[in-house]
Structures are given as C-alpha cells and as structure tokens.
C-alpha cells in the first residue's frame, strides 16, 4: 500500500480555494494520468479559476507563438499569465467564444462577443 498525503498553500492574492477546489482536484488527477502537463500554467487553475482543459488551451498558444519564431520562452509566458491572471482569463473566454461548439449561435454573434471580449 502506498499513501500520498499532499497539502496545498495558496499563493498570495489567491482565489478562495472553496471556489476552486473542483478545478484543483481535476487538475492534478489530469495531471497524475498523464492527460495534462506539468509547468507554471497550472497554477492558472488557482490564480484565475480556470479548468486545466482551459489551462491547455493558453499552452497551446504558448507552443504555437515558439513554433512561429517568437522569442519568448514558455516559462517567460508561464509567469506574465500567472502575473495577470485576468488577461488568462480574457483570452480563454475569447477562445470559447470563437470555437466552442458548445455555443449555440450563429457568426455574425460570435463576432460580436468576440469584440466585446477584445475591447
């Protein structure tokens, strides 16, 4: 038998963890399944409440802007999203909102959400 006991503190400026726990809970079984990876994006889940298939969703752009010759590292963009968590947020929102077919409305909607979402 083996036991895992694991504790959890908060970093500064944190979202309740009564809010997040969900979130936090799927992450790390996401993570100990190998279904997500383990970096600096994570902490998104606690910093903006975000679930960690959102959380992949930033890592991809991450990987994509490397692929296209960016300059700025994946830890670099770790920690400016982990610094301003609401623009994590922004971004994840403006995802949604152009491509989850779980929104049922038509273009000429999408893209109205979408620039309410930019400006």
Known sequence: IH???FGLLPPEGHRELAEVR???ENAFAAAWRGEAEVDGF?????LAGLTWRQVVVLRAY?????????????RYLESTFTAYPEIA???????????SPA???????RARRAAEIRD
């Not at 991450?62 to 994946?74: D, E, H, I």
């Open 3 to 5: 036991l895992y006991d």
């Open 22 to 24: 969900p979130q936090v």
């Open 42 to 46: 994570n902490e998104l889940v606690l």
């Open 89 to 99: 947020v922004l971004l994840v929102k403006l995802f949604e909102t152009r491509f």
């Open 62 to 74: 991450a990987k994509y802007l490397r692929q296209t010759g960016n300059v700025f590292s994946q």
């Open 103 to 109: 929104l049922q409305v038509g273009e000429v909607e």
